[in-house]
């Protein structure tokens, strides 16, 4: 029987050895197959990593963006609000002006307008008091006017108002009075 043992043993001896084999070449298709995976979870992880930094460096500049706009915004308003103010400021100076001032301004003015026999001036209610009856031989109007002075035709009012002329000259005179703040 010696010899069906050596049989057996061989048989068995190869059984094992097929057996081995099989389990090697299992561990390596395995070992090939979790490195392939690696490597493919290693890729995917590196492009969603590159696509977060992609996102934060755009989210980072449109935050930068949005803050200069907001900054340059403000400036804007405040350079606005002092321009207006400087404006403001003229109206208030021109409501006090001296008497000699405002006459020589209401001269002037009426050179440039159409008065006539029925016309009527009407003027500050300080310049009401100065002038009596007539001013420059126009009748001095009932009505008062807060600086300046207006020219009635009628029915039709000339408004000379300081701060209607300001207004008039503003839209004009704006990038003028800009330049001579902010340079």
Do not use: P, W
Request: charged content about 35%.
């Amino acid at each position: 029987m010696s010899n069906l043992d050596n049989i057996i043993d061989e048989i068995l001896q190869d059984a094992e050895n097929e057996s081995k084999k099989v389990v090697e070449d299992a561990k390596s298709e395995v070992a090939v197959l979790v490195g392939k995976t690696e490597s493919e979870a290693q890729k995917k992880a590196d492009k969603i990593i590159e696509k977060a930094k992609v996102e934060a460096t755009q989210s980072k500049e449109r935050i930068i963006s949005n803050s200069s706009l907001t900054a340059r915004d403000m400036v804007l308003v405040a350079k606005q609000e002092m321009i207006n103010k400087v404006f403001e400021l003229t109206k208030e100076k021109l409501k006090t002006l001296n008497h000699d001032d405002y006459l020589k301004f209401v001269e002037n003015s009426l050179k440039a307008l159409e008065v006539r026999e029925d016309s009527e001036i009407i003027l500050t209610e300080n310049e009401k008091k100065l002038a009596g009856e007539k001013l420059f031989g126009i009748k001095v109007a009932d009505e008062t006017v807060e600086s300046g002075f207006s020219l009635k035709n009628g029915k039709i009012i000339l408004n000379n108002e300081f701060s209607s002329l300001i207004d008039l000259v503003k839209e004009d005179l704006e990038q003028e009075v800009a330049d001579k703040l902010f340079s």
